[in-house]
Structure formats: structure tokens, C-alpha cells
């Protein structure tokens, strides 16, 4: 497809002479088909295109016409009823101005949108941004960064769902610091008596086994200035929900209790968060669960009340200006 030229004022006499009538033609013109409208509108010729029955979860070109607005009545104007249905059986439509909204918020403030672009599709995301993703996105991203090195059945249980989005956050977080881990652990494999190196808390989905760091195996490279001291340290700096209830090896840092040294740890690194409902198993469903139909719309007409806060998108006079 060639790119067209675009012209603010066509009916400029310049303009005009080069292109500006032809936009003001496609303006005016009456689409009388589909044909018509893909060759004369998108400039597409009949072997660029094929035209398919509209269903759910079809994609379509920008611009493409998928319907007409109807008529006035006696009652009504001509309008678009425009809503969307959330994800789940039997969920309801909802008025999406309020999600909208939001959406435009967080654009004009650029949190997540620096410059124009999305942080979360970049090659080379930072850590904060890492953080921020959601589990489905952590998941994309480990099973396909090649700084991460898991085990096949490893790899199953992440692409089911199993593992917790901290433990996912965490094998981010260490390969975008510089030390890439070989996973050995996860659900897959986990026992009670912990014979394969992996031991039964794992069967959460909440705890993980690293072997090696940077290729480097963790057997017989544990103490100050190893590559394992370098890698605790490293996930010591985690803070919040984020921050490991406990990490064990063979050694322990002073002031940090939630390091744990047991001798059967000699050839791996075991990174271990609180279930986030504890062993009440029917609570983590509800709670995991989507949000049932009438919840939505008390969501939805929630989020509509909220007043609209004023963000500043200009630096505050007292910002300082670096070189970064």
C-alpha cells in the first residue's frame, strides 16, 4: 500500500494541483460497495484484500466500515450505542466511558506511554516497567526471553497459569539486572522431601528454584563475592509486594531476616512468597475469579463517580534537569 499525501487546506490552489482534489474527491463521494470502498477509499487493489464474514475476534483495517448508523425515528436521532462486554460467562455490557476516560488520563500524564511509545511492547523494557506488567505479560515475556533458562515442565507450568506473578516478576527482574538464572524449580517436579531440588513449596506456584546464574552453576559458588552473594543482593533490593518472604542458600545477611541458610541449599537458590490467601484454597478462586455480572455494573458505575483528578503534564518549577 502506498502512503497517501494529506493536505490541510486541498482547496488551496497548489494543493489542489497536487493531490488536494482527489482527497476532496474520496470526501464527497458516495461509497455505493465494499469494492468501491477498498479501492477507492484505502487505494487497494482486489489481489491486497479479501473480504470475510464479520465475527467475534475478527480483526479489521482501520477506517474499515463495518455498519451504518441508522435513520432518525420519531424518537430517537441517529446515533452508535457504544459498549463492551468484559471477559467471562455470562458477563454484561458496560458503558465504557469510564474506562475510556481512564485511558486518556493515563496518556496525557505519559506514565505508561513516554514519548509516544508503549513501554510494555519495547524491546528492552525498564525494571519499573517490568513490575508493572500484568501476569499475562510476564508470562509472554519469560517463556520467550532468552536471558531465562527453564526446564520444559518449568516452561508448562508458566504457560498454565501455575506460577505466581511475583515468581515471574522476580526471573525478570534478575535477567534485566545483567544475571540471567536457569530455572530448576517451579511447580513441575516439586516433592515433600525435596529429592530433585525442588522442594513441596513450590507446588503453590509461589516459590522457585535457581540453579544457575549467568551460566554459572550455584554449586560451589556460594559465598562473599560469588555470583550467588551478587544475585541475593541483588533481589534483597525488592520492595513491597515484591519483596521475597524468604530467600534460602547456605549463607544469610546481617539485618536481613528473611534470608535462610540450610545445607541441602548448596546447589541453588530458593526464592519463596506467602501464598497470597494462605491454604484457604476457596477463597484464592473467588478472589482469582472474574467479577460476577452485577459486580460489574457496580464497577463500572464506581469508576464513572470518581471526580477526574488534575495531572500536571509539565515539569513542577522545582524539577531538577539531568542528563538522562
Not at 139 to 157: E, K, S
Not at 275 to 304: D, E
Amino acid at each position: 500500500q502506498v502512503k497517501e499525501r494529506l493536505f490541510a487546506y486541498p482547496s488551496r490552489p497548489g494543493s489542489n494541483v497536487a493531490g488536494g482534489a482527489l482527497q476532496l474527491h474520496n470526501l464527497s463521494q458516495h461509497i455505493s460497495d465494499f469494492q468501491n470502498y477498498f479501492s477507492d477509499v484505502l487505494h487497494l487493489g482486489k489481489n491486497q484484500y479479501t473480504l470475510q464474514p464479520l465475527k467475534a475476534g475478527a480483526t479489521v483495517i482501520a477506517g474499515t466500515i463495518i455498519g451504518r448508523v441508522a435513520a432518525p425515528s420519531s424518537n430517537h436521532s441517529s446515533h452508535l450505542q457504544f459498549m463492551i462486554k468484559p471477559a467471562g460467562k455470562g458477563s454484561p455490557f458496560v458503558d465504557p466511558k469510564p474506562i475510556l476516560d481512564g485511558w486518556k488520563l493515563l496518556e496525557a500524564t505519559a506514565v505508561y506511554r513516554a514519548a509516544g511509545l508503549n513501554p510494555f511492547v519495547g524491546k528492552n523494557p525498564t525494571i519499573g516497567q517490568i513490575l508493572l506488567m500484568s501476569k499475562e505479560q510476564l508470562q509472554n515475556r519469560v517463556l520467550q526471553d532468552p536471558h531465562v533458562q527453564i526446564y520444559d515442565c518449568g516452561r508448562r507450568d508458566i504457560w498454565s497459569g501455575v506460577v505466581d506473578r511475583r515468581i515471574m516478576a522476580v526471573i525478570e527482574f534478575l535477567a534485566t539486572s545483567g544475571l540471567d538464572p536457569t530455572v530448576s524449580g517451579l511447580a513441575c517436579g516439586a516433592n515433600a522431601n525435596a529429592s530433585n531440588g525442588v522442594d513441596s513449596a513450590a507446588t503453590t506456584g509461589s516459590s522457585l528454584d535457581i540453579s544457575k546464574i549467568n551460566g554459572i552453576p550455584i554449586a560451589g559458588h556460594q559465598g562473599p563475592g560469588t555470583i550467588t552473594d551478587m544475585a541475593i543482593r541483588r533481589m534483597l533490593t525488592l520492595q513491597g509486594t515484591f519483596k521475597p518472604n524468604q530467600i534460602t542458600s547456605t549463607m544469610t545477611y546481617k539485618g536481613q531476616p528473611d534470608t535462610l541458610s540450610l545445607p541441602d541449599h548448596k546447589n541453588r537458590i530458593q526464592v519463596t512468597y506467602t501464598p497470597a490467601f494462605g491454604n484457604n484454597k476457596k477463597l484464592a478462586a473467588q478472589v482469582a475469579s472474574i467479577l460476577q455480572p452485577g459486580q460489574w455494573i457496580q464497577l463500572i458505575n464506581r469508576i464513572g463517580q470518581l471526580p477526574e483528578p488534575v495531572v500536571p503534564i509539565a515539569p513542577s518549577k522545582y524539577a531538577i534537569k539531568t542528563s538522562h
